[in-house]
Nanobody
Framework: QVRLVESGGGLVQAGDSLRLSCAASGRTVSTYGMGWFRQAPEKERECVAA????????YYAESVKGRFTISRDNAKNTVYLRMDSLKPDDTGVYYCAGDRDPAGYHSVSRRYYEYDYWGQGTQVTVSS
């Protein structure tokens, strides 16, 4: 069983930066596709960023392209989400997720049903 624990959320002002971390335990996630999802009040959970098993391929939602960067450190069993130029619309609970059976080495999982493991979430609030 894999346990994912997010950290790094908080209350910031528009234009600030945050780095979220997702630490995995239980087993290595080095062969997992990993993603970050966001759920804002009264909105569906959306994938804001995802990274392939290889680390070579990434996906970003249009709303965060150029501002967010996903990365992974397999030696630390950790995935990161660097968020720059934060906007009030980025407010929400951010969840880390792991896909234990990605389609391929370079496959990027974008849909929530592709993921098998989820963290408990970390709140990000961006004030204007």
């Amino acid at each position: 069983q894999v346990r994912l624990v997010e950290s790094g959320g908080g209350l910031v002002q528009a234009g600030d930066s945050l780095r979220l971390s997702c630490a995995a335990s239980g087993r290595t996630v080095s062969t997992y596709g990993m993603g970050w999802f966001r759920q804002a009040p009264e909105k569906e959970r959306e994938c804001v960023a995802a990274i392939s098993w290889s680390g070579a391929y990434t996906y970003y939602a249009e709303s965060v392209k150029g501002r967010f960067t996903i990365s992974r450190d397999n030696a630390k069993n950790t995935v990161y989400l660097r968020m720059d130029s934060l906007k009030p619309d980025d407010t929400g609970v951010y969840y880390c997720a792991g896909d234990r059976d990605p389609a391929g080495y370079h496959s990027v999982s974008r849909r929530y049903y592709e993921y098998d493991y989820w963290g408990q979430g970390t709140q990000v609030t961006v004030s204007s």
